[in-house]
T-cell receptor, first 112, second 116 residues
Framework: DAKTTQPPSMDCAEGRAANLPCNHS???????VYWYRQIHSQGPQYIIH???NNETNEMASLIITEDRKSSTLILPHATLRDTAVYYC?????????????FGKGTLLTVNP | GAGVSQSPRYKVAKRGQDVALRCDPI?????LFWYQQALGQGPEFLTY????????KSGLPSDRFFAERPEGSVSTLKIQRTQQEDSAVYLC??????????????FGEGSWLTVV
């Protein structure tokens, strides 16, 4: 199953866009890119997922490169409550690779 | 409730004691997962159910760990003769099984187990 690479930490100023990168160069054709975040002492929170097209919802936007080897999660206007560990995961939850394999993620710190 | 519900939220067990952790998945969700998260680490897969069938238990760390979902809804993770290394957050997650891939998996808040 594909693995992902994320920077261990990032900082962002409150009100600015936070752009979190993720490399997944060995992703399979039927695997999706999922993003979750985990705020201290809470369970992982689903943010967004996509296959090959860019996706947007009320929380974030997901930009996937054309070759699908990398992606970027964009929080358009970061707030202090967005401080969390962000996990990029590739999986095919409806198929054979249904497990979510979490790496170490990126600790995003939003500063006032 | 609308989300995945877990109980107890916090549990302190004496070494050697048996514990049972409960998960109520989102109504109608066919798939159910258990994960273990040690302090400072990402969640790690323990086991997977599709309805009442336990299709994958490859992540259970020892035979002291046992999970069941007898009626295909509520699930219980049981840990026998707890050891200090069992101290962790135990996360339950569920998803609705659809014909196509790309299901969304939703997590509960976790049960925090401390073995003393």
């Amino acid at each position: 199953d594909a693995k992902t690479t994320q920077p261990p930490s990032m900082d962002c100023a409150e009100g600015r866009a936070a752009n979190l990168p993720c490399n997944h160069s060995t992703i399979s054709g039927n695997e999706y890119v999922y993003w979750y975040r985990q705020i201290h002492s809470q369970g992982p929170q689903y943010i967004i997922h996509g296959l090959k097209n860019n996706e947007t919802n009320e929380m974030a936007s997901l930009i996937i490169t054309e070759d699908r080897k990398s992606s970027t999660l964009i929080l358009p206007h970061a707030t202090l409550r967005d401080t969390a560990v962000y996990y990029c995961i590739v999986a095919n939850s409806g198929g054979s690779n249904y497990k979510l394999t979490f790496g170490k993620g990126t600790l995003l710190t939003v500063n006032p | 409730g609308a989300g995945v519900s877990q109980s107890p939220r916090y549990k302190v067990a004496k070494r050697g004691q048996d514990v049972a952790l409960r998960c109520d998945p989102i109504s109608g969700h066919v798939s159910l997962f258990w994960y273990q998260q040690a302090l400072g680490q990402g969640p790690e897969f323990l086991t997977y159910f599709q309805n009442e069938a336990q299709l994958d238990k490859s992540g259970l760390p020892s035979d002291r760990f046992f999970a069941e979902r007898p009626e295909g809804s509520v699930s219980t993770l049981k840990i026998q003769r707890t050891q200090q290394e069992d101290s962790a957050v135990y996360l339950c997650a569920s998803s609705i099984k659809a014909q196509r891939a790309g299901n969304t998996i939703y997590f509960g808040e976790g049960s925090w187990l401390t073995v003393v």
